[in-house]
C-alpha cells in the first residue's frame, strides 16, 4: 500500500521512503526503506523500539554514511551491515565473502525517539549520505578503485601455500595422538576401537555419497512389496496375459512359416 501521510513522509507497505543523493551536483537520487524493527526472534543485538531497519543499501555505503544520514535522528549507538536481512546479527567473515550488492542496515538508537523521527522522513527533502569527511566513490571511479584494491596474486598464493601447510601439519598431529591413543583405555575406563589395515573405511565424498545413495536406491526396490495393493495385482495378471497373447501370436506364426516350408513335424 502506498500513502502519504501528514507529515508528507511516502509510506510504501509499512515502509517509510527516503530519497537520498551522494552530492548535490548528482541528478540522480537513491531510495532506502525504513521501518522500525520487528521480529519473534528476540536479540539483544537488536534492541525491541530502538533498532531500524533499512533496505536497499547501496553496495558502496559504510557505516559512516549511515550514522551520517541518521544523525539528526538521535544518537546512535551501533550499525549493523549486512549483505541480506537475518534473525541474528552476521559475522564478518560472511560479509567478506559476500558480493558487491546492495545491503541491509540494522542501526541501534539509544531511545525509541530516534526510530520514530526517521521514520518520519519527508520524501519531498533529499538527504545527502556523504560529506567531505565520509566521502564516497560510484560509478565508474568505484569500479577503478575496487579493481585497484585487488591484492597481489602472488601474496594470496604465498599465503595460501602457508595455509595448506599448517593445516597438513595440523592435521598429522593430530592422526599421530590418535594412533597413539588406539587400544588404551580414557578416564572412563573405555577403548576407543579404531579402523587399521586395508579396509579403513571410504572417505567421505561427493562420489561416495553418490554411490551410497544409488545402493540404498537399489536396495529399496528390491525389497519393496510387489502386488501389495489390489491395483498392482490387477495391473500384474492384465500385463502377463498380454505377454502371453503376444507370445501365442508369435507362436501361430512361426508354426504357419514351418508349415510352408514343409519342416514341421509334430511327431
Known sequence: MIGRSNSSSL??????????????????????????????HNRVEWPKGRTLIVYNVPPYCKEENIRLLLKDCGEIMRVFLQPKSSIAPMKTASLSKAPKTVQVAYVVF??????????????????????????????????????????????????????MDDYFKTKDEEDKK??????????????????????KGGKRT????????????????????????S??????????ILELQAKFEEDKKRVKEMRQARKFRPY
Open 11 to 40: 509510506v510504501v507497505k509499512d515502509y517509510t521512503v527516503i530519497q537520498v543523493k551522494t552530492s548535490e551536483r548528482s541528478h540522480a537520487s537513491h531510495c532506502l526503506f525504513v521501518k522500525e524493527h520487528a521480529s519473534a
Open 206 to 229: 561427493e562420489d561416495n555419497q553418490k554411490k551410497g545413495h544409488e545402493h540404498i536406491r537399489k536396495r529399496n526396490k528390491k525389497n519393496e512389496l510387489k502386488d501389495f495393493y
Open 178 to 199: 590418535e594412533k597413539e591413543k588406539a587400544g588404551q583405555p580414557d578416564e572412563e575406563g573405555f577403548i576407543k576401537v579404531m579402523r587399521h589395515g586395508k579396509n
Open 110 to 163: 539509544k531511545k525509541p525517539t530516534g526510530v520514530r523521527n526517521a521514520c518520519s522522513f519527508s520524501f519531498d527533502t533529499v538527504h545527502f549520505i556523504c560529506d567531505q569527511e565520509t566521502p564516497l566513490r560510484t560509478g565508474l571511479r568505484g569500479y577503478i578503485e575496487d579493481y585497484r584494491n585487488i591484492p597481489d596474486v602472488t601474496a594470496m598464493e604465498k599465503e595460501s601455500e602457508k595455509f
Open 231 to 240: 491395483f498392482q495385482f490387477r495391473e500384474t495378471k492384465r500385463k502377463h
